[in-house]
């Protein structure tokens, strides 16, 4: 299409007169040929423009488990509807990079993985159209939040609305998660997540091997990397103690048997086990280990973090790039997803991956963790 053009002309602007009341647009597209105009009304789709004379949308049968039709729909994560017999239908559960299904009972996205022979698979953007978020009108500590990232924003501020909005998502009966790094237990953070954990404000945990294996490191021997987390100096034969640490949970079977010994009595995992909240490790090819809990096939560890994200109406993502991102691209657009770091760069990888509801703020785990404990506990009880 480098050398074709196209042009529009607005037949109707109308803008909405209260907050309540939508804004609208209607344009007629022109294109030099058919191609031309088909590729840039499936641009406008995924974007959330709405084709009039839209058609049902198409599907091909899967050829092959695991293997899509060639011209598979690839989805977003906004909400998405699919045209059936003239009517339109929600796609379930949203998610980015997935092919869309139907079948008797609607239409919903799947994992590429998880297709099998006589499914019907959409293709081509024809019959789909999506729903972006929409911005609220007003200004608030959010929406300025989403601006470009900074470590000179006020934090206090923005901390305690994210516990506003944390309240909110208990009250509309929604899990906040956290996907923890191990920096939380470096940082002498972990009694804040231990406590948020306890008290009932994060009810689902996702993390890998290594902020499990620290945070019972920290419970064995008070030390986090072979550093006293009391006095933050290096302790003498201190690097192993997260090796001793895998392999006396090894040695029991597992964190739950661990507990059930007597022998784990705290820490972030123990109160996780002990509220019985959605608690999935995932693996790395890095990992000590790795404890019998860690899912190391990557696939199911994915399906089992898909089986929550219903669930989840607030991510909260502190000091752990891989796995925010991978959380981060199972999560729909509607929820809401904090970015947490110290590093200004990583906090922008989510939306230039396609989270684009992310918001990130530039500070380290455990001011994190405190000034949102301090939140909570001083405007919740």
């Not at 609220?136 to 901390?159: C, G, N, T």
């Not at 991510?315 to 999560?331: C, D, E, F, R, W």
């Amino acid at each position: 299409m480098d050398n074709e053009f196209a042009r529009y002309t607005i037949d109707n602007f109308a803008v909405g007169k209260t907050a309540s009341e939508p804004s609208s647009a209607r344009l007629r597209i022109e294109a030099d040929n058919e191609p031309a105009l088909i590729a840039l009304l499936d641009k406008l789709r995924d974007i959330g423009a709405i084709v009039t004379d839209d058609t049902d949308a198409v599907t091909e049968p899967v050829p092959r488990d695991g293997i899509l039709p060639d011209d598979f729909y690839a989805t977003t994560n906004f909400e998405t509807e699919v045209r059936v017999g003239g009517t339109w239908l929600p796609v379930a559960l949203p998610e980015m990079d997935c092919a869309i299904v139907l079948d008797p009972n609607g239409a919903r996205t799947i994992a590429p993985s998880d297709v099998v022979v006589g499914q019907s698979v959409v293709v081509g953007h024809g019959g789909v159209r999506v729903q972006t978020v929409q911005r609220a009108r007003r200004k608030d500590v959010f929406e300025f939040m989403s601006s470009a990232v900074s470590s000179e924003k006020p934090k206090e501020h923005l901390v305690a609305e994210i516990a506003r909005e944390l309240v909110a998502t208990h009250a509309e009966g929604k899990r906040v998660l956290l996907v923890g790094g191990p920096a939380i237990v470096h940082t002498g953070a972990g009694k804040y997540l231990e406590w948020l954990i306890r008290d009932g404000y994060v009810d689902a945990l996702f993390a890998g091997n290594a902020l499990a294996v620290h945070d019972i490191e920290s419970q064995f021997y008070g030390t986090s990397l072979g550093v006293d987390l009391d006095d933050a100096f290096p302790v003498e034969e201190g690097h192993v103690h997260h090796l001793r640490s895998v392999n006396r949970i090894r040695a029991l079977g597992g964190i739950g048997p661990a507990m059930d010994a007597g022998v784990l009595t705290g820490g972030i995992m123990y109160e996780a086990y002990r509220k019985k909240i959605p608690v999935v490790l995932a693996g790395s090819i890095r990992d000590d280990g790795p404890l019998p809990d860690v899912i190391t096939d990557i696939v199911e560890a994915q399906r089992a973090m898909r089986k929550y994200v219903p669930e989840i109406g607030m991510a909260l993502l502190v000091g752990t790039l891989l796995h925010s991102i991978a959380v981060g691209n199972l999560l729909p657009a509607s929820c809401k997803v904090i970015s947490v770091d110290i590093n200004p760069a990583s906090v922008t990888k989510l939306t230039d991956r396609g989270s684009t509801q992310t918001i990130g703020l530039v500070m380290d785990a455990a001011s994190f963790l405190r000034e949102l404990w301090t939140a909570l506990t001083g405007t919740v009880r």
